[in-house]
């Protein structure tokens, strides 16, 4: 282990000199460097808790002189390292991003004959990634590159996993952290810089050459930096492993989450339901619109970003005008939507249909995504009118089309074994296969089965679910969720498999889909932000104080967080506490859920774009820039996004407060407070507070801690109970428990 002090010309590297720190718990030495003289005293200390991890500290202490344009680090170095080792780096680099790359700008789209078929391998965009191949290779980002500055790697050899933990940043600004290998003499360095100096070069969009402009600090005279890591050794037979010892530790350094209250969950509803019927419908074919219109891929899609995702909040909780037009969209959809084949159209653009492929809009590609996304929604749906209207029938169009789509689900996987990531819409031949785009797909068919009858659909629905296991979930890594991103690692198709493995569960009652379910959830929690960013004080999140926490990172190429999943509630994150007890997906689905309405734009808090245009009311921007891979940070496009989905979607599927009223254990994730007056064995009592300054209508989800395995199923939310109250205000809530039931 090496302590480092760097000087540099521009952004190179001028000159270097390290000091190889030794084996004990506390040291200083003095060195000259760059014409001054430096002290470097490093601390070694066991962390209590955590009889794997060791905690280091090394403070840089300039003595006398002057050092200009430098940054110091710690480098640690692994030797017998080999290519194998599986290299993760929460939500930048999955397997090391060792995969075959294309240049291609963006949006990135495959043209040549090579790189299509069936049985085509992983092809990602020009990101940053370790070699496949023998030589040297380096990842070199800054800590908000990540959804939690850390770095980890399983050695599946000597069955050891290792993991290292540090903080955003220090008084000399953000850090960077560098994995750099060599496989000529099989070594590789893990080092944590401060400040974050990018040499050479820094990663924008589908380009990991642009020039860096990073420089280091000029150290004056009794400047003192320190740089702060937790380092983890444990034993890990698998990939696995590696996920699951992280959702353990990823805040081991940031500590508990502070929540801020400010807009409740029925108050983002209420604004965004009427921006949806005023901004988002499009009366002359009857359809919400995934956006405001200005383009194609702001007008109609599908699946993926909206389309009849956004109808099933609007059929939940809409008013009578939200509903009846929920309800044409469906007409819309399977009377002019959807392909001879079965599968959907993709896009609509002012009555015209265009395809996926971004060079060629169209060609009838499909990202197959999409229809994923439609089965399950549209099903979904179905179920939820069934429990509203139960005696009206759904029309045979609807009904004949859904089954259809699922049929034409049936044929794709009968022909190839695999549901690919883009389609011909027409004919249902893969074009380009492989991905785990259709993620969701296996919910859908097990609905479809549900809802038909069909055994078929739930054979499928197992068989693609195992295959996406076995091809995917196992290696670390899933691929396909976005449509213009080729196929790097993304958070949309591993949620979609959650979704998937979830349903199943339900389903079937399975336990090994609830196990599966159980570690691609595991893979989640590195897509999501640990902790609040710190942004720049002049920035317009720095102003807001905005809070990052729960956020999502969308996939490796477009290293921006954003509000929410794309596009889904993760309400299988909140089953998935019930059915295993584990707290930790239930801390998840808070963080997610409770700090989405802070992104939305408001009277009395306009959020403005970098252009210095104010958002109007209701949009939401799907951006949370921690990166300066295109906006600056803490800045954002003027646009309105599919985040807006998700967060209608949390008001109807996630509870505001969870009661178990014969545990008294209750969890508000609302942006809510509450007080336990009395908790007897005849009855609990909570005062349930809203801080903020609108009224707020709160979903209560109440069960006894031996119906937490009850399956909740589809529309679960579904006629729960709600409490009101008004701004500034509080409620007492009785829960009687002589009353309660072990099977609600």
Same mark, same amino acid.
């Given at each position: 282990?090496?302590?480092?002090?760097?000087?540099?010309?521009?952004?190179?590297?001028?000159?270097?000199?390290?000091?190889?720190?030794?084996?004990?718990?506390?040291?200083?030495?003095?060195?000259?460097?760059?014409?001054?003289?430096?002290?470097?005293?490093?601390?070694?200390?066991?962390?209590?808790?955590?009889?794997?991890?060791?905690?280091?500290?090394?403070?840089?202490?300039?003595?006398?002189?002057?050092?200009?344009?430098?940054?110091?680090?710690?480098?640690?170095?692994?030797?017998?390292?080999?290519?194998?080792?599986?290299?993760?780096?929460?939500?930048?680099?999955?397997?090391?991003?060792?995969?075959?790359?294309?240049?291609?700008?963006?949006?990135?789209?495959?043209?040549?004959?090579?790189?299509?078929?069936?049985?085509?391998?992983?092809?990602?965009?020009?990101?940053?990634?370790?070699?496949?191949?023998?030589?040297?290779?380096?990842?070199?980002?800054?800590?908000?590159?990540?959804?939690?500055?850390?770095?980890?790697?399983?050695?599946?050899?000597?069955?050891?996993?290792?993991?290292?933990?540090?903080e955003q940043g220090t008084g000399v600004g953000d850090s960077r952290i560098t994995m750099e290998e060599n496989t000529e003499n099989q070594?590789?360095?893990?080092?944590?810089?401060?400040?974050?100096?990018?040499?050479?070069?820094?990663?924008?969009?589908?380009?990991?050459?642009?020039?860096?402009?990073?420089?280091?600090?000029?150290?004056?005279?009794?400047?003192?930096?320190?740089?702060?890591?937790?380092?983890?050794?444990?034993?890990?037979?698998?990939?696995?492993?590696?996920?699951?010892?992280?959702?353990?530790?990823?805040?081991?350094?940031?500590?508990?989450?502070?929540?801020?209250?400010?807009?409740?969950?029925?108050?983002?509803?209420?604004?965004?339901?009427?921006?949806?019927?005023?901004?988002?419908?499009?009366?002359?074919?009857?359809?919400?619109?995934?956006?405001?219109?200005?383009?194609?891929?702001?007008?109609?899609?599908?699946?993926?970003?909206?389309?009849?995702?956004?109808?099933?909040?609007?059929?939940?909780?809409?008013?009578?005008?939200?509903?009846?037009?929920?309800?044409?969209n469906f007409d819309f959809v399977f009377s002019e939507g959807q392909e001879e084949s079965g599968f959907f159209k993709s896009c609509g653009?002012?009555?015209?249909?265009?395809?996926?492929?971004?060079?060629?809009?169209?060609?009838?590609?499909?990202?197959?995504?999409?229809?994923?996304?439609?089965?399950?929604?549209?099903?979904?749906?179905?179920?939820?009118?069934?429990?509203?209207?139960?005696?009206?029938?759904?029309?045979?169009?609807?009904?004949?089309?859904?089954?259809?789509?699922?049929?034409?689900?049936?044929?794709?996987?009968?022909?190839?074994?695999?549901?690919?990531?883009?389609?011909?819409?027409?004919?249902?031949?893969? +074009?380009? #296969?492989? /991905?785990?785009?259709?993620?969701?797909?296996?919910? !859908?068919?097990?609905?479809?089965?549900? @809802?038909?009858? *069909?055994?078929?659909?739930?054979?499928?629905?197992?068989?693609?679910?195992?295959?996406?296991?076995?091809?995917?979930?196992?290696?670390?890594?899933?691929?396909?969720?976005?449509?213009?991103?080729?196929?790097?690692?993304?958070?949309?198709?591993?949620?979609?498999?959650?979704?998937?493995?979830?349903?199943?569960?339900?389903?079937?009652?399975?336990?090994?889909?609830?196990?599966?379910?159980?570690?691609?959830?595991?893979?989640?929690?590195?897509?999501?932000?640990?902790?609040?960013?710190?942004?720049?004080?002049?920035?317009?999140?720095?102003?807001?104080?905005?809070?990052?926490?729960?956020?999502?990172?969308?996939?490796?190429?477009?290293?921006?967080?954003?509000?929410?999943?794309?596009? +889904?509630? #993760?309400? /299988?994150?909140?089953?998935?506490?019930?059915?295993? !007890?584990?707290?930790?997906?239930?801390? @998840?689905?808070? *963080?997610?859920?409770?700090?989405?309405?802070?992104?939305?734009?408001?009277?009395?808090?306009?959020?403005?774009?970098?252009?210095?245009?104010?958002?109007?009311?209701?949009?939401?921007?799907?951006?949370?820039?921690?990166?300066?891979?295109?906006?600056?940070?803490?800045?954002?496009?003027?646009?309105?996004?599919?985040?807006?989905?998700?967060?209608?979607?949390?008001?109807?599927?996630?509870?505001?407060?969870?009661?178990?009223?014969?545990?008294?254990?209750?969890?508000?994730?609302?942006?809510?407070?509450?007080?336990?007056?009395?908790?007897?064995?005849?009855?609990?009592?909570?005062?349930?507070?809203?801080?903020?300054?609108?009224?707020?209508?709160i979903k209560v989800f109440e069960e006894t801690s031996l119906s937490m395995n009850r399956i909740l199923g589809q529309n679960g939310l579904?006629?729960?109970?709600?409490?009101? @109250?008004?701004?500034?205000?509080?409620?007492?809530?009785?829960?009687?428990?002589?009353?309660?039931?072990?099977?609600?």
């Amino acid at each position: 282990m090496d302590a480092v002090i760097t000087a540099f010309k521009g952004s190179h590297a001028m000159d270097s000199q390290s000091i190889t720190l030794a084996e004990r718990d506390l040291q200083s030495y003095k060195t000259h460097f760059n014409g001054a003289e430096w002290e470097i005293i490093s601390k070694r200390s066991p962390v209590p808790e955590r009889k794997d991890a060791v905690d280091l500290e090394v403070s840089f202490r300039l003595c006398e002189g002057f050092s200009e344009n430098t940054n110091v680090a710690i480098r640690l170095t692994f030797n017998k390292w080999s290519t194998d080792n599986y290299v993760l780096m929460p939500s930048a680099a999955y397997n090391g991003n060792r995969f075959e790359v294309r240049k291609i700008g963006y949006p990135p789209q495959l043209s040549e004959e090579k790189d299509f078929g069936v049985d085509v391998p992983t092809l990602i965009t020009d990101v940053p990634r370790l070699n496949i191949g023998e030589g040297r290779s380096r990842i070199q980002l800054l800590t908000g590159d990540l959804a939690t500055p850390a770095v980890g790697f399983a050695d599946l050899h000597t069955k050891q996993g290792f993991w290292l933990l540090t903080e955003q940043g220090t008084g000399v600004g953000d850090s960077r952290i560098t994995m750099e290998e060599n496989t000529e003499n099989q070594t590789c360095t893990i080092s944590i810089s401060a400040p974050g100096v990018r040499e050479d070069y820094r990663y924008t969009i589908c380009d990991t050459n642009y020039p860096s402009e990073d420089t280091g600090v000029d150290f004056n005279e009794g400047d003192t930096v320190k740089l702060y890591l937790r380092l983890f050794f444990f034993e890990c037979e698998d990939v696995q492993d590696l996920f699951d010892y992280f959702t353990e530790i990823r805040k081991d350094l940031t500590g508990k989450v502070k929540f801020s209250h400010e807009l409740p969950f029925s108050g983002a509803w209420d604004i965004q339901e009427t921006k949806y019927n005023t901004q988002n419908w499009v009366e002359k074919y009857g359809y919400y619109s995934v956006g405001t219109v200005e383009g194609v891929h702001q007008d109609w899609q599908i699946g993926w970003v909206g389309g009849l995702m956004a109808t099933y909040p609007m059929l939940f909780a809409g008013t009578s005008l939200s509903r009846e037009r929920a309800l044409r969209n469906f007409d819309f959809v399977f009377s002019e939507g959807q392909e001879e084949s079965g599968f959907f159209k993709s896009c609509g653009y002012k009555g015209k249909w265009y395809g996926d492929n971004f060079k060629d809009l169209d060609n009838k590609w499909h990202l197959i995504r999409k229809s994923s996304d439609a089965l399950y929604y549209i099903i979904k749906q179905f179920m939820l009118m069934n429990k509203m209207e139960p005696s009206r029938p759904l029309p045979d169009a609807w009904m004949d089309g859904t089954r259809k789509c699922a049929d034409a689900f049936v044929r794709l996987w009968t022909r190839y074994g695999q549901f690919g990531q883009f389609i011909h819409a027409e004919t249902g031949e893969i +074009l380009i #296969g492989g /991905s785990a785009s259709a993620g969701i797909a296996p919910a !859908g068919l097990a609905l479809a089965y549900q @809802l038909f009858g *069909e055994k078929e659909y739930l054979d499928i629905a197992a068989e693609a679910a195992t295959y996406y296991y076995e091809h995917f979930v196992k290696k670390g890594f899933t691929t396909g969720g976005p449509g213009e991103i080729l196929q790097c690692p993304d958070s949309e198709s591993a949620f979609g498999l959650l979704e998937s493995y979830v349903v199943l569960y339900e389903v079937t009652g399975e336990n090994h889909w609830l196990e599966k379910a159980v570690d691609i959830a595991n893979q989640c929690f590195t897509w999501c932000v640990s902790y609040d960013f710190t942004f720049p004080e002049g920035s317009t999140f720095g102003k807001l104080n905005m809070r990052t926490t729960g956020s999502v990172y969308a996939n490796v190429q477009n290293k921006h967080s954003s509000p929410g999943i794309c596009t +889904l509630s #993760g309400d /299988s994150l909140f089953k998935l506490y019930r059915y295993t !007890g584990n707290l930790k997906y239930l801390e @998840l689905i808070k *963080e997610i859920s409770h700090n989405l309405t802070q992104y939305l734009s408001r009277l009395d808090r306009p959020i403005h774009a970098a252009d210095g245009r104010a958002m109007p009311l209701g949009w939401m921007n799907e951006r949370v820039e921690m990166s300066d891979w295109l906006e600056p940070v803490g800045e954002i496009f003027y646009g309105s996004c599919w985040c807006e989905v998700s967060n209608m979607l949390t008001y109807v599927e996630v509870p505001g407060l969870y009661v178990q009223s014969d545990s008294g254990f209750v969890a508000a994730i609302d942006h809510i407070d509450y007080e336990m007056k009395e908790n007897t064995d005849d009855r609990l009592i909570l005062n349930v507070i809203n801080p903020t300054n609108y009224k707020a209508k709160i979903k209560v989800f109440e069960e006894t801690s031996l119906s937490m395995n009850r399956i909740l199923g589809q529309n679960g939310l579904f006629g729960c109970r709600h409490v009101e @109250l008004e701004p500034q205000s509080s409620l007492e809530l009785v829960f009687e428990k002589a009353d309660l039931r072990t099977d609600i």
